[in-house]
């Protein structure tokens, strides 16, 4: 008897063809074993309300009410029942087959872009390589996460830190996202600056200033388009385009030539000849998220996600001063609603 031949779907029929995102089938999965959203979106590292918002899309596809809700409990319906082995096959499929052409698995080393030592990320790394001690996490350095997503979606890097809402809305659908870190944002300075002695930076001391924040560099898109909101209506100017200095010597050297304060973070490496201080009057804050390819398997993303999640948790990462700033487009992003 011969073997069966697939055959691709007949389009010609005009008939509307109906295709069902992976994702929704996971988070129905985790919502029917913990049969509660609020641990459910724990397990899945995402916002309760993303995931309950999934999960009305997956009912609206299906045509049929999965789980009835009250306040105290969540029970699935016979649908709900009934989509659970089919959900389970569709997602051991999925898993296999992204296993066998990504070769993503614990002997594969996992490429991580931390952008440059010292900074929250490194730390991530570190406890993620406690944590899954027989994975090899390697670090990498690609100085920004506009450069890094392009990296990650053409298979050379595994994941990376930064601004998530920064990139275009097109690369951020073939990527996901965990938040880490509102982290402080500072200025550095020449060590004779004016404003060098002060304890911090207010934001409206910059008025009259050029500062430096990427702009024209390709791979740090995120972090110029950041600075220019934070800039706007401040009377603060961006400094325009130059050449990347790579490098600490380099770097001092333009700083010394130039003398533009430079937008950074609190954890900014030190550098000779310069100040580091922390902006306020609001308090302004880099978003930063952990990003990975959509569909990537390996226990270092496991690890990274969940060292992620223990250091926010035990340093206040997520929790926003008062006087925090950051953009709408933001919020909506750190929030799990875009």
């Known amino acids: 008897m011969p073997a069966p031949v697939y055959r691709s779907p007949d389009f ?64 699935p319906t016979a649908d709900g029942e009934r989509l659970v082995p089919y959900a389970r096959r569709v997602l051991e ?10 070769g993503d698995g614990p002997e594969r080393p996992l490429l991580v872009d931390v952008n440059s030592p010292g900074l929250v990320s490194g730390r991530v790394l570190d406890r993620a390589r406690a944590l899954a001690p027989d994975c090899e996490l390697m670090a990498r350095f690609e100085s920004g996460l506009t450069g890094a997503a392009g990296e990650i979606l053409a298979g050379r890097l595994d994941a990376s830190f930064g601004r998530f809402a920064g990139l275009d809305p097109a690369v951020r659908a073939r990527l996901e996202q965990q938040p880490v870190r509102y982290e402080p944002m500072a200025v550095v300075l020449p060590e004779d600056h004016h404003l060098a002695g002060l304890d911090a930076v207010p934001l409206d001391a910059l008025a009259g200033e050029t500062v430096y924040a990427g702009a024209g560099n390709p791979r740090t898109r995120e972090w110029t388009d950041l600075a220019l909101h934070l800039f706007e209506g401040r009377g603060i100017a961006l400094a325009p385009p130059a050449p990347v200095a790579v490098g600490a010597d380099e770097f001092r050297r333009v700083m010394a030539k130039k003398r533009n304060p430079v937008l950074a973070v609190v954890d900014f490496p030190a550098m000779s000849e310069t100040v580091r201080k922390p902006l306020v009057g609001p308090v302004p804050l880099s ?6 390819r959509k569909g990537l398997l390996h226990p270092g993303i496991d690890a990274l996600r969940r060292a992620a999640e223990e250091l926010a948790a035990e340093e206040g990462w997520l ?17 799990g609603r875009d």
């Not at 929790?319 to 929030?335: K, Q, T």
């Open 319 to 335: 929790r926003r001063p008062a006087d925090g700033w950051i953009p709408a487009s933001d919020e909506l992003v750190m929030a």
């Open 12 to 75: 010609s029929s005009g008939l509307p063809q109906r295709h069902l995102d992976p994702r929704l089938l996971r988070g129905f999965l985790v919502v029917a074993e913990e049969l509660h959203f609020t641990r459910a979106a724990a397990r899945l590292y995402v916002a309760q309300q993303a995931l309950s918002r999934d999960i009305r899309r997956l009912e609206r596809e299906l045509g049929a009410e999965l789980f009835v809700r009250t306040t105290r409990q969540v029970t």
């Open 287 to 292: 978003p930063v998220s952990l990003v990975w």
């Open 93 to 102: 499929a999925q898993d296999a087959l992204l296993s066998a052409f990504a």
